[in-house]
């Protein structure tokens, strides 16, 4: 199957407390999945209290395909080609946008900040 950014996927995601069936947001390039069999994804949980500039309030969840108001909490993961993900909807451009905001918040150093 092919994936793209922005894809709304479910998937058996692997979490703090044990493996749950969610939705998550694929995450990697189409030039990753080119050259990688894996995917690399985003979680989106319901819990809609955003803890902090690394969650995003999807505005467009709806229409999305979610079935309730969802979060993108940055808790990344790479899953194999077996990980069974089940695309559903896709993201808007804006809530894609306010997705990539967050990973790039939560990959950039201090170092890489500033000036």
């Known amino acids: 199957m092919t994936f793209y950014p922005g894809d709304l996927a479910t998937v058996d995601f692997p979490g703090v407390t044990?493996?749950?069936?969610?939705?998550?947001?694929?995450?990697?390039?189409?030039?990753y999945h080119s050259l990688r069999p894996d995917v690399?994804?985003?979680?989106?949980?319901?819990?809609t209290k955003v803890l902090g500039v690394t969650d995003?309030?999807?505005?467009?969840?709806?229409?999305?395909?979610?079935?309730?108001?969802?979060?993108?909490r940055c808790f990344i993961?790479?899953?194999?080609?077996s990980a069974n993900l089940v695309v559903f909807g896709h993201l808007s451009e804006r809530d894609w946008q306010g997705v990539k905001a967050c990973v790039k918040i939560s990959l950039t150093t201090l170092d890489d900040a500033t000036p």
């Open 40 to 47: 690399i994804v985003g979680l989106i949980t319901t819990q």
């Open 56 to 72: 995003y309030a999807l505005q467009d969840w709806a229409s999305a395909g979610l079935r309730a108001a969802s979060v993108f």
């Open 18 to 31: 044990g493996v749950k069936r969610r939705p998550v947001v694929v995450l990697s390039s189409e030039i």
């Open 77 to 81: 993961v790479t899953l194999p080609p």
